[in-house]
């Protein structure tokens, strides 16, 4: 297991952005698909977006599909989640995740599925 780190959330208002970061440690993640899920009190964890390691494979929650972007910079390292037009549904902690693989596919198995998370970040959007 690799410890991941995310930073970025917070409180917004409706309507508002967020952009969510996934601290890495260069090396320990070359070669692995990332993404991200969340969880509302009293629900259970709900997959949010996922991205190959490539950059070139990307899916998204319905929810999250027009509103939210997830990109990486394998170079430097971190996975982002940008998120616009939020809505007080959105409110949850957001854990970073990853799976170990090279392959496109990686991205969509990440939709079921995660080897590695981190301790998550809050974001509380108020209407």
């Known amino acids: 297991q690799v410890q991941l780190v995310e930073s970025g959330g917070g409180s917004v208002q409706a309507g508002g952005s967020l952009r969510l970061v996934c601290a890495t440690s260069?090396?320990?993640?070359?070669?692995?698909?990332m993404g991200w899920f969340r969880q509302a009190p009293g629900k259970e964890r709900e997959f949010v977006a996922a991205?190959?390691?490539?950059?070139?494979?990307?899916h998204y929650s319905d929810s999250a599909k027009g509103r939210f972007i997830i990109s990486r910079d394998n170079a430097k390292n971190p996975v982002h989640l940008q998120m616009n037009n939020l809505k007080p549904e959105d409110t949850a902690v957001y854990y970073c995740?990853?799976?170990?693989?090279?392959?496109?596919?990686?991205?969509?198995?990440?939709?079921?599925?995660?080897?590695?998370w981190g301790q998550g970040s809050q974001v509380t959007v108020s209407s």
């Open positions: 995740v990853a799976t170990k693989g090279e392959k496109e596919e990686e991205a969509g198995r990440l939709r079921t599925r995660y080897d590695y």
């Open positions: 260069g090396r320990d993640f070359n070669g692995y698909a």
């Open positions: 991205i190959s390691w490539s950059g070139g494979t990307t």
